[in-house]
């Protein structure tokens, strides 16, 4: 959970640079959904992660920094219900959520089989496809591997 706290910290510079205040109502409800102390999801997290979920699909945003915070954003809101879920035992739904996440373009294969969150799906084939196609987002993205989600240096990225 820790990571999760690095990522929305990463999310939200971009956001409060994207200037925008739907950007960051959002993100405000993401850091909302945990509990920083125990590094656990917070009380009624499921029902705001869904909030988020529905103010990033009808975001109206047009500046290009916009939309790319918003697309992250939808990334971060997805996987963390597919967390979530998994952790709730729906192994099902967690699936879904997580291939939403992946095809909003979240990249970080290596955290997804260290994720304890996700630990009930590491077994299920389903997860394994999902996995490799976050790497290949990763391996697509045009950026320093150093500043990736993960940070670490994976070497996918020359």
């Known amino acids: 959970m820790k990571l999760i706290s690095i990522i929305t910290l990463t999310v939200l510079v971009g956001f409060a640079s994207a200037g925008t205040e739907v950007l960051m ?5 993401i850091s909302g959904c945990f509990d920083q102390e125990t590094g656990t999801f917070a009380d009624g997290a499921h029902d705001t ?21 918003l697309e992250a954003m939808n990334s971060m809101v997805t996987y963390n219900l597919a967390c979530l879920t998994a952790l709730q035992g729906n192994s099902e739904e967690a699936l879904v959520w997580l291939e939403e996440s992946i095809e909003s373009g979240y ?4 955290w997804m089989v260290q994720d304890e969150d996700l630990s009930s799906l590491w077994d299920n ?16 993205a045009s950026h320093d591997c150093g500043t990736c989600a993960s940070r670490t240096n ?5």
Do not use: W, Y
């Not at 109502?25 to 409800?29: D, P, R």
């Not at 999902?130 to 290949?136: F, G, H, I, M, R």
């Open 154 to 158: 994976c070497g996918d990225v020359e």
């Open 125 to 140: 084939p389903e997860f394994t496809e999902l996995v490799v196609a976050a790497d290949e987002n990763h391996v697509e």
């Open 107 to 110: 990249s970080d294969s290596q």
């Open 49 to 69: 992660l869904i909030e988020a979920h529905s103010m990033v699909a009808t975001a109206d945003l047009s500046g290009e920094r916009e939309v790319a915070a």
């Open 25 to 29: 109502e959002i993100s405000e409800k």
